[in-house]
């Protein structure tokens, strides 16, 4: 009874890309459909939330922080040329919330998050921790994956917010040092030139950078095989595949937004 | 006595590699099986098709009359509930204490039940293993034939009807296997259980299988009690049977 091995159809590399496209739409297909079926674990939803967002505000604060600072001061030579100095709020404050925050967020996250997912997820899987989830009637992608993918899609929005907050701190700190500019006039300066849409569009980009996040690390943890050394790959591939789809999804809505402005 | 499990002409490969080749196999209510075999024969790839982890490429699979490959999810979770699979590596779930791992399986299939009725059937089942004392634990400080123990105790704290284990013994020294043996013996006295287990433990075979089956080829070659199967002239049951007993004597 044995089975002959299977030809490819084109070669066995695009045939294996192609494989893995289809699966991992059918792994997004099955999260969504068990998002809204069955009983939500409220619980390990709250505990991905600490583990995600909590656990994350030290690094991306330090990030945002030096981001806000750095961006500043890189910027004012080019506007002292014009004597444009006293458009330092706006442009930095366009170009926090616009695009350096979620995107900073995003990284940061995919590299912490990603991989801490792809990992934890690899290593149950190899430990047949996840079997032991599904004989015993318990569903592991209900419990595992919708729990970790709505927690990155919820929380990494909030620490986008958060980042551009500590990255406007950073901001006006060199501006206040340099130009002597005030707390009020930074921030009337700076939000006198963000428009609603800015806001909007940064809200998608968490959102779905989020969502990346997370299904990616799910996805990649939930096929992870070979031991240790799949783990590894696991978490390794989450991080690098996250971050390649996040500047696709970057690229994509500045492309889309820009037409509504 | 009535059939558990019904085992009908299974074929199982996976791309090129045949493992299974027409397996047929029986078991009955009260009764352990001890599958026997070297390893990549297979002997994994039956329970886990049975529990329905894996799917056959072709025969029949029934568990209490119910053809497994054919359930959908919603019966299959149901028939679950009636199996108890303890694992070659026990897979407790090691962000979690012994106490969550035991009631993890209880608490998300039998809804409302009282802290009172969670916390006597977990003390029941680790009462049933003796590892009281180890509730409030990491499964990481567990050495073991603990972790195998509190593997059973948490499949135990389901009540189920058959269970299936996958290697119990390897990896534990004598001691330690006589008691995980004498547990899966008083397992199927408790609670009445149809077992498979699977092994290449000869002392575990002996001491727990009421019958004997060995797995040759993707086949069972002979099935029968202990003393019945190893006193076959095949020189490949006797080889196993002699590279198991000169291990033992090395362990003495």
Redesign the interface.
């Known amino acids: ?5 299977t030809k490819p159809v084109f070669s066995e590399k695009i045939d294996d890309w192609l494989l893995g496209f289809y699966n991992a739409f059918e792994f997004v297909k099955l999260v969504f459909k068990e998002a809204f079926s069955g ?1 939500f674990e409220f619980n390990e939803f709250v505990r991905q939330c600490y583990h995600i967002g909590l656990r994350s505000l030290p690094l991306i604060s330090l990030t945002g922080f030096v981001t806000g600072f750095v961006f500043t001061k890189q910027s004012r030579p080019s506007l002292m040329e014009f004597g444009a100095t006293s458009w330092l709020p706006s442009l930095v404050t366009i170009a926090i919330v616009r695009a350096l925050a979620p995107l900073v967020t995003s990284l940061i996250c995919s590299g912490k998050i990603g991989s801490g997912i792809g990992a ?1 997820l690899g290593s ?1 899987k190899v ?3 996840i ?8 569903n592991p992608i209900r ?1 595992l994956v919708v729990t970790r993918v709505l927690a990155s899609t919820i929380t990494i929005p909030i620490l986008s917010f958060y980042c551009a907050l500590v990255a406007l701190a950073g901001c006006f700190l060199n501006v206040a040092v340099n130009e002597g500019t005030n707390l009020f006039a930074f921030f009337e300066k700076g939000f006198d030139s963000i428009i609603f849409l800015d806001v909007i569009t940064a809200v998608i980009k968490a959102v779905s950078f989020g969502f990346t996040i997370g299904m990616i690390g799910c996805y990649k943890g939930f096929n992870a095989s070979n031991g240790t050394q799949g783990v590894g790959k696991a978490a390794n591939s989450s991080v690098v595949l996250s971050m390649f789809l996040i500047f696709i999804e970057e690229i994509f809505i500045v492309q889309v937004t820009n037409w509504f402005r | 006595m009535e059939k558990t499990i019904e085992i009908k002409d299974l ?1 199982k ?1 996976f ?2 590699l ?1 493992v299974l ?2 397996v047929n196999l029986d078991v009955y209510e009260n009764e352990n099986v001890v599958v026997l075999g070297r390893s990549g024969t297979g002997k994994s790839v039956l329970i ?1 098709i049975i ?3 894996l799917s056959p ?2 025969g029949q699979v029934k568990v209490f009359g119910q053809s497994v490959p054919d359930l959908d999810k919603k019966e299959l ?2 028939l ?2 009636k ?1 108890g ?1 303890s ?3 026990s ?5 979690m204490t012994v106490r969550e791992n035991l009631e ?2 209880l608490v ?2 039998i809804k409302n039940m009282t802290r009172a009725e969670i916390d006597k059937a977990v003390e029941e089942v680790i009462d049933g293993v003796g590892l009281k004392k180890t509730l409030d634990q990491m499964p990481s400080e567990l050495s073991g034939g603990q972790r195998k123990r509190i593997g059973i105790a ?2 135990l704290i ?1 009540n189920p009807k058959i269970m299936l284990y996958d290697e119990p013994t390897a990896g534990l020294d004598p001691i330690t296997c006589q008691e995980i043996n004498e547990l899966m013996n008083e397992v199927k006295e408790r609670y009445r259980t149809s077992s498979i287990i699977i092994t290449h433990d000869l002392t575990c075979a002996k001491e727990t299988g009421d019958r004997v089956a060995v797995l040759f080829d993707g086949k069972f070659k002979y099935q029968g009690t202990f003393e019945e199967v190893f006193s076959n002239a095949d020189p490949r049951i006797r080889s196993f049977y002699d590279y198991n007993f000169i291990e033992s004597k090395l362990q003495d």
Not at chain 2, 91 to 95: E, G, I, K, R
């Open positions: 009874m044995s089975r002959e091995a009983d934890e149950m430990t047949e921790q079997d032991a989830m599904e004989v015993s009637a318990v419990y | 074929y490969s791309g090129s045949d080749l027409g886990k529990a329905g982890l490429d072709l979770n149901a679950r509930l199996i699979f694992f070659q590596n897979a407790l779930y090691d962000s993890f399986p998300r299939n948490r499949t389901m």
